[in-house]
């Protein structure tokens, strides 16, 4: 059975690469990145809303009012990770912003299981840990320095560091949004309402972000006419999120939050390489250099390290 827990985290890594591109086009299309989030992740609740139906997961709603806060606040995590890639994927490419999102995400599950945090088993930090740790920090170093020296992003200094800063926060919500939704999940004993719930929170935190952005000027308002023109695959990020949300949470206390995220992103960073390379869902194509293969390849072995740790 610990083998389809670990196919089922490298998996879902890929999907999250896919999510993160296609939504792209929703952007394009509503003219605003998180008019975007929005849209997505009200298919992804009704999607949920659907499966929980069908699966008679509403029978455990009555038990929510009796969780813990923290329990129910996992879904902030997706708005924030969704229009990251929205804002990044243009500037930086897949590979480069993926390599940012792996680097949180490897950093917060390490410090969640070492520090048996939000309901994590604890775990004690080995070699193989530590040099881990260290081999992603030099994988996504060489990645984006890479990147930037291929003129690929053109950004200004203080433009830069923005972006490097949301793409690590972007990847450090991940893990925590993954521990809290299956803290949630033992609560409620059901998966689906799990996810629903994480993601109802995630639709009504981006749109009030969404109201008060549209109203203060600081972004346009919604086209929600452009959404026809989007692609039939520029939907598929909406199913990618929630498949991910509903897989991680099901799978970290069985095998730990460091291995899933090891397992997760490596899913991520293979499959957002070859999107850079082919310039898949309409991305500019970015070829892959040697020297960006060096740093993937780092970050792939820094994974790996965790994962055997």
Not at 269 to 297: C, E, M, N, Y
Request: some cysteine; hydrophobic content about 60%.
């Amino acid at each position: 059975m610990t083998v389809v827990y670990l196919a089922a985290a490298l998996a879902v890594g890929g999907l999250l690469a896919v999510q993160a591109s296609v939504n792209l086009q929703l952007g394009k299309a509503v003219g605003t990145p998180y008019g975007a989030a929005t849209v997505q992740l009200v298919v992804s609740a009704v999607l949920l809303a659907v499966v929980a139906a069908v699966a008679g997961g509403f029978a455990a709603i009555g038990d929510i009012g009796a969780i813990d806060d923290w329990k129910l606040l996992g879904g902030i995590a997706s708005p924030i990770y969704i229009t990251s890639a929205i804002v990044l994927f243009p500037r930086l490419g897949a590979l480069a912003s993926v390599g940012l999102f792996v680097t949180g995400q490897m950093f917060a599950s390490i410090a969640l299981d070492v520090g048996g945090l939000l309901g994590v088993e604890r775990r004690t930090p080995g070699p193989g840990m530590l040099l881990g740790a260290a081999a992603v920090l030099v994988g996504i170093v060489v990645v984006i320095r890479s990147q930037l020296a291929g003129g690929s992003a053109q950004l200004s200094g203080a433009a830069r560091v923005g972006a490097v800063v949301l793409g690590l926060v972007a990847g450090v919500v991940l893990p925590i949004q993954g521990a809290t939704n299956a803290a949630l999940r033992r609560d409620l004993d059901d998966p689906f309402l799990t996810g629903l719930w994480s993601f109802l929170v995630a639709t009504v935190t981006i749109a009030v972000v969404l109201v008060v952005l549209v109203i203060t000027g600081r972004t346009a308002r919604p086209r929600l006419a452009g959404l026809p023109t989007v692609p039939w695959w520029g939907w598929l990020g909406g199913v990618a999120a929630a498949t991910y949300v509903t897989v991680t949470f099901t799978v970290i206390p069985h095998i730990g939050a460091a291995t899933t995220i090891a397992l997760t992103v490596t899913g991520q960073q293979l499959l957002s390489a070859a999107i850079d390379h082919r310039g898949w869902f309409q991305l500019p194509a970015k070829p892959v250099t040697t020297q960006r293969l060096a740093g993937l390849a780092a970050l792939i072995a820094g994974c790996a390290l965790v994962q055997l740790a």
